[in-house]
């Protein structure tokens, strides 16, 4: 184990993590170079120990039908050394806490800023995917804020991510008219001159005379909807 500690430190061989920011390849890789190292060795050695703090990068060794291209060399890799009755273990080493080998790998990552690029790594699709869902989001986001349009539906939605985060109710056709505005409300029919008047006929209501079914946004219930809601539950007794 100490000489293949003193492999991987004396190669210095540095990832430039500024090619696409992803700290979960760059240890993969490392992984993949001791593994390779191992497979390369003449020794009588049958049993290994690999320490590393990523437990992103042990986990995703449990993945028999990962389709990153790392994983994959790294568990073929395994399979034959498996095969000639060798074996490397993998234990997690808790970063920062005074590990000659992690602190090493952390200066070394600082270091890999001021270099230039050692190894070209191909972006993984997922990293597309998640570059392009972000900036979707946020032009979304953007384009909903600035419009002139859903002033109701910003009332209880003020952004995009904030309507994607509520899981508790699942949208229908009545709600949709009260979460838009759009619907048999005196406020909307009287645009289109489908009522005479934006106010609640009980002018009893919340401000200026409105309540919650002549407007959406505005939450004081209707006197006359109360006194609807108290009629019916009378007939029912």
């Not at 593994?35 to 993945?63: A, G, P, R």
């Not at 048999?184 to 106010?199: D, G, H, M, T």
Request: glycine letters at 4%; a positive charge.
């Amino acid at each position: 184990m100490e000489e293949l500690v003193s492999h991987l430190l004396c190669s210095g061989v540095v990832l430039n993590p500024r090619t696409f920011n992803l700290v979960f390849v760059a240890e993969l890789l490392c992984l993949n170079f001791a593994v390779k190292w191992i497979t390369e060795q003449n020794s009588v050695i049958s049993e290994y120990l690999i320490c590393t703090d990523s437990l992103s990068s042990l986990d995703s060794f449990k993945c028999i039908s990962s389709s990153n291209n790392i994983i994959v060399e790294i568990q073929k890799q395994l399979k034959s050394l498996r095969d000639k009755n060798i074996s490397i273990d993998f234990a997690f080493a808790r970063g920062h806490t005074g590990v000659l080998g992690n602190e090493r790998a952390d200066w070394l990552a600082k270091a890999a800023t001021k270099r230039k690029i050692d190894i070209d790594v191909n972006i993984p699709k997922s990293f597309y995917k998640k570059i392009t869902n972000e900036r979707m989001m946020k032009s979304w986001n953007q384009e909903y804020l600035i419009s002139n349009k859903g002033s109701i539906t910003k009332k209880f939605f003020p952004t995009i991510n904030k309507r994607l985060s509520c899981h508790h109710f699942y949208t229908n056709y009545k709600l949709t008219q009260f979460l838009t505005g759009y619907g048999n409300f005196k406020s909307y029919l009287n645009k289109f001159n489908l009522a005479p008047s934006s106010f609640c006929d009980c002018n009893i209501g919340g401000e200026k005379g409105k309540c919650r079914t002549c407007d959406p946004s505005v939450f004081q219930v209707c006197q006359r909807e109360k006194d609807h809601k108290t009629g019916v539950q009378e007939t029912q007794h």
